[in-house]
């Protein structure tokens, strides 16, 4: 089977760190994404590890560890537009993405 | 603005209804997908057209119909459907490459989805 798991939810005070941890276990694995999500809104692409090690993006960080088959979303200087869900993604053979069941994150003031 | 378009952004439709839900890309992708987004569940894929032709279809029942006339352009056609049914309906789409390249775009782009009610 495929399946990924994240936390159902976290919550941190502005300006804090936070880190929003995937694990995966999938047929196929090409690389990690990572979405997020507005009430409302539509996913929108944060960040990609094809490669194991951090990828940054400025304030968002993205880690990718094959051969645990885990991932990670760090996320630096919260800010309260930052709460939101986030998604983890497998990009898997075959072309199709595998979606974790999502983190909400509650930023508080 | 993603680039991806959906209509209708909420739609209420009965049992015995026949309805569809129209995507559209602009971003020259080849790839287009239609997910299901039930609360607090995963994004579940549903259908999958590259380079027009469906390539996955993950066990969805009949009463959801894909139509994937030019790339693009996507539709879901809904009938008969049940209470179950009621999510929102996400499109996205993406750019692959063909065989021997294989070149993939890690990228998804998503619509802002239906909010379907079957009552």
């Known amino acids: 089977g495929q399946s990924l798991e994240q936390p159902s939810e976290v919550t941190a005070v502005e300006g804090a760190i936070v880190q929003i941890n995937c694990t995966y276990q999938?047929?196929?694995?090409?690389?990690l994404s990572w979405y997020q999500q507005h009430d409302g809104g539509a996913p929108t692409f944060l960040s990609y590890?094809?490669?194991?090690g951090l990828e940054e993006t400025g304030r968002f960080s993205s880690f990718l560890s094959r051969s645990d088959s885990y991932g990670y979303l760090l996320l630096q200087e919260l800010q309260m537009k930052d709460s939101a869900s986030y998604f983890c993604a497998a990009d898997n053979y075959g072309q199709n993405f595998v979606f974790g069941p999502g983190t909400r994150l509650s930023v508080l003031p | 603005e993603t680039g991806v378009t959906q209509t209708p952004r909420h739609l209420v439709m009965g049992m015995t209804n026949k309805k569809s839900l129209k995507c559209e890309q602009h971003?020259?992708?080849?790839?287009m997908y239609w997910y299901k987004q039930s609360a607090k569940k995963p994004l579940e894929l549903m259908f999958v057209y590259n380079f027009k032709e469906q390539t996955e279809n993950n066990s969805v029942p009949s009463r959801f119909s894909p139509e994937c006339p030019n790339s693009s352009h996507l539709f879901l056609h809904l009938h008969t459907l049940q209470p179950e049914d009621s999510a929102l309906y996400l499109c996205?789409?993406?750019?692959?490459?063909?065989?021997?390249?294989?070149?993939?775009?890690?990228?998804?782009?998503f619509g802002s989805g239906t909010q379907l009610s079957v009552l």
């Open positions: 590890n094809g490669l194991d």
């Open positions: 971003l020259g992708h080849n790839a």
């Open positions: 999938t047929s196929g694995f090409y690389g």
């Open positions: 996205a789409s993406s750019l692959v490459g063909q065989e021997p390249s294989n070149f993939r775009y890690e990228k998804l782009f």
